[in-house]
T-cell receptor
Framework: GESVGLHLPTLSVQEGDNSIINCAYS??????FIWYKQESGKGPQFIID?????DKRQGQRVTVLLNKTVKHLSLQIAATQPGDSAVYFC???????????FGPGTRLSVLP | DVKVTQSSRYLVKRTGEKVFLECVQD?????MFWYRQDPGLGLRLIYF???????EKGDIPEGYSVSREKKERFSLILESASTNQTSMYLC?????????????FGDGTRLSIL
């Protein structure tokens, strides 16, 4: 079936560097995408979303890029901080219903 | 802020027991969801509900049932718990309109079946 996947299961970055977390999706009918952050012992927390009619969206220190041609989604975190250490996963929604397909996640470790 | 509250953070039950996991949201959301989260598998949808007394099967409904008697509350029921149902269970809610909206999650219930 359709699925959302991630290229890298773990990512280690130096504090202050920029982080890039990638996600490949397979359903060309998906029209809405979300990045979630999940800290240890907590539920997933919404970070940023993007609709399929956009290529880029910026938030506070985060940017999401959507490349529909190659069905690729990325999350960029600027000036990564220790508090950014968590599991990040993407989710896609098809153009009907309210259900999402979630990727397995990437663990981001911020090194001092 | 949206608040999704799951009644238990940790729960230990025995094989064969009937287990209830409760979830309450305070934002008057129409949609509510139950997922389980296992390492390497991501979130898998068990059941969801678009309205009171309505329920739909997700991807892995076997061994589970749900109840939505009130809009704010969505209960997950393990009819006869088995060890393969040991997992992290996450509840989520979202608005019912057709615009794209994120799902908001609770902090999860880590359930161990002995």
């Amino acid at each position: 079936g359709e699925s959302v996947g991630l290229h890298l299961p773990t990512l280690s970055v130096q504090e202050g560097d920029n982080s890039i977390i990638n996600c490949a999706y397979s359903n060309s009918a998906s029209d809405y995408f979300i990045w979630y952050k999940q800290e240890s012992g907590k539920g997933p927390q919404f970070i940023i979303d993007i609709r399929s009619n956009m290529d880029k969206r910026q938030g506070q220190r985060v940017t999401v890029l959507l490349n529909k041609t190659v069905k690729h989604l990325s999350l960029q975190i600027a000036a990564t901080q220790p508090g950014d250490s968590a599991v990040y996963f993407c989710a896609e929604k098809f153009d009907y219903g309210q259900n999402f397909v979630f990727g397995p996640g990437t663990r981001l470790s911020v090194l001092p | 802020d949206v608040k999704v509250t799951q009644s238990s953070r940790y729960l230990v039950k025995r094989t064969g027991e009937k287990v209830f996991l409760e979830c309450v949201q305070d934002m008057d959301h129409e949609n509510m969801f139950w997922y389980r989260q296992d390492p390497g598998l991501g979130l898998r949808l068990i059941y969801f509900s678009y309205d009171v007394k309505m329920k739909e099967k997700g991807d892995i409904p076997e061994g589970y049932s749900v109840s939505r008697e009130k809009k704010e509350r969505f209960s997950l029921i393990l009819e006869s718990a088995s060890t393969n149902q040991t997992s992290m269970y996450l509840c989520a809610s979202s608005p019912g309109d057709r615009s794209n909206q994120p799902q908001h999650f609770g902090d999860g219930t880590r359930l161990s079946i002995l």
